[in-house]
């Protein structure tokens, strides 16, 4: 398979803080991967610092052989990286048709943005119905919906998504996961993803890293980290479990 | 006759101006600096009249461009900063630019400048800018850069991982706000025939604020409705002249409380529609 990103020695963070040190990691076309861990681990701040929004004090960042660091947010969404924020990041006070159309405003191909909004639909038949009422007054599935749905209209090649299941309803989640699936499966999306539900999120993805205060501690594909002792202990809570039984 | 019409003029250079605040407001950027770009292209039209002897339109034209170039400059760090912090250097904006032209002898210093030739036809020419403002304000809405300029305003960050490059949106709408505030400053000082400093206080900056939150921020009728109504109601009612800014601020806590999103929101416009269709309707059946 062809790597289409890859993260080279990257440190970053806020300032003079660095949130994450010396962080290597790659992502193949058609893959989905995701990064597990606590919070405050660094995992959000990786994929801000992808997206251009923090700019890494060290190492590179290639996307499909061009190095993107340095970049700003608006040039890399052009490159084809598209980032759906933690909480949504949806536009409160713009309807839902305007928030859809806003996720294709690099693109000029009238035409075609008509097609993309109507398989928009077809995904999430929910917004259909909300057209024209205010983004902010969506329940927070819907919203995380519409976060999906105006990232794909922007035509990504590599999708990053944080922490696409945070405050949803155990039901929502799960349609949200099953959402990712299909999007790999049936779209052929690259996806890199942040959960703390580690134990769906594995479900989903191929293979996955853990952060640990910033730095890669384990990598593999996703059934490794699930037989991971220590992954099992910190993150899929299977001691609690057994302590139950 | 003459009284109408002077509080016409008056009113319309405060349509402008109220403009001048909405349009960096409409990115999130609130300004209480728009009276330094009035006073910038007030003493700059003035100044090309004067010395030069460069005619009206382009006297106002060059004003207005000059409070442009000095909007993208104060703009740069204006992005950096935002709510109470860009209110403070904006304020600190407009007192330094009263305070330099009280000190600028070429300009006539305190003393103020005199001798601006008077426009007769400031009243045409007033409302011949509102009606480009409202062509340019109803088309920016329908407009891609329109949709850029909302959803900064909505939420940057979200705009900016949509890929708006939320640095020349903010720095666009920061310098044609000075713009438009110049020549509305422009229009004021060959209407007056003199100026001085101490007309472009910080007061004024507040009154546009005024305008633009009792007429409306969702909409650019709002604005322009408030900026209208705030400035006809007290030259008619002599009475409140004296005590406009306490009725400003009493009007200001009773929006808040009542209609936070101004008197024109975008519900007004829509039941308009609906009304003028209604009507239109019936009078073809």
């Known amino acids: ?245 | 006759m003459d009284y109408l019409i002077s509080v016409a003029t008056i009113a319309g250079i405060y349509i402008i101006m109220a403009m001048s605040f909405y349009l960096p407001f409409m990115t999130g950027q609130i300004s209480l600096g728009q009276a330094g770009f009035m006073a910038i292209g007030a003493y700059g039209s003035a100044v090309c009249s004067v010395k030069f002897g460069i005619p009206y339109v382009p006297a106002i034209l060059i004003g207005g461009s000059v409070a442009g170039i000095v909007g993208f400059f104060v703009g740069i760090p204006a992005l950096r900063i935002k709510g109470i912090y860009l209110l403070l250097l904006t304020l600190g904006f407009g007192e330094i630019i009263r305070v330099v032209f009280i000190n600028v002898e070429y300009i006539g210093a305190a003393a103020g400048f005199p001798g601006i030739p008077y426009q007769d036809h400031s009243l045409l020419y007033s409302y011949i800018m509102v009606f480009i403002l409202i062509i340019f304000f109803s088309r920016l809405r329908k407009s891609r850069m329109g949709r850029a300029f909302h959803a900064v305003g909505s939420d940057e960050d979200a705009a900016e991982v949509i890929g708006v490059n939320i640095t020349s949106v903010k720095l666009i709408a920061f310098s044609t706000g000075g713009f438009i505030a110049g020549i509305g400053g422009g229009i004021f000082a060959h209407y007056q025939e003199y100026i001085e400093p101490l007309m472009f206080d910080v007061m004024h900056s507040v009154e546009f604020i005024v305008f633009t939150i009792f007429g409306g921020i969702q909409i650019f009728w709002g604005p322009m409705f408030g900026a209208f109504v705030l400035t006809m109601i007290p030259e008619f009612l002599r009475v409140i002249q004296e005590w406009r800014m306490e009725l400003f601020g009493a009007l200001l806590i009773i929006m808040m409380i009542l209609r936070p999103q101004g008197v024109i929101g975008l519900d007004t416009i829509q039941g308009l529609k609906k009304v003028s269709s209604r009507i239109l309707g019936r009078g073809l059946s």
């Not at chain 1, 990504?156 to 949200?176: K, T």
């Open chain 1, 1 to 245: 398979m062809i790597k289409m990103l890859s993260v080279k020695g990257v440190s970053s963070g806020y300032g003079k803080l660095l949130a994450i040190h010396d962080v290597d990691i790659n992502v193949k076309k058609g893959e989905v991967v995701v990064l597990i861990g606590a919070n405050g681990a660094g995992k959000s701040t990786l994929l801000r610092t992808i997206s251009g929004v923090l700019r890494p004090s060290k190492g590179q960042i290639i996307f499909q052989g061009r190095k993107i660091n340095g970049y700003k947010p608006h040039s890399i969404v052009k490159m084809g990286v598209v980032q759906i924020q933690e909480g949504r990041g949806i536009l409160a006070r713009m309807t839902v048709k305007e928030n859809l159309e806003m996720g294709a405003y690099l693109r000029s191909d009238k035409g075609a943005i008509e097609k993309d909004l109507v398989q928009t639909f077809e995904k999430f038949p929910h917004l259909k119905d909300r057209l024209s009422q205010n983004a902010g007054t969506l329940s927070g599935g819907e919203q995380q919906m519409l976060a999906i749905g105006r990232s794909l209209m922007a035509r990504p090649q590599l999708l990053l998504m944080d922490e696409p299941s945070l405050g949803l309803a155990p039901v929502i989640v799960e349609f949200i996961l099953e959402t990712i699936h299909d999007l790999r499966e049936k779209d052929e999306y690259t996806i890199l993803l942040v959960e703390q539900n580690a134990n769906q999120a594995l479900d989903v993805a191929d293979r996955g890293y853990v952060l640990e205060t910033g730095r890669i501690v384990i990598e593999g594909k996703s059934q490794e980290l699930r037989d991971n002792e220590k992954v099992q202990r910190a993150y899929l809570g299977k001691t609690i479990r057994s302590r139950e039984n």
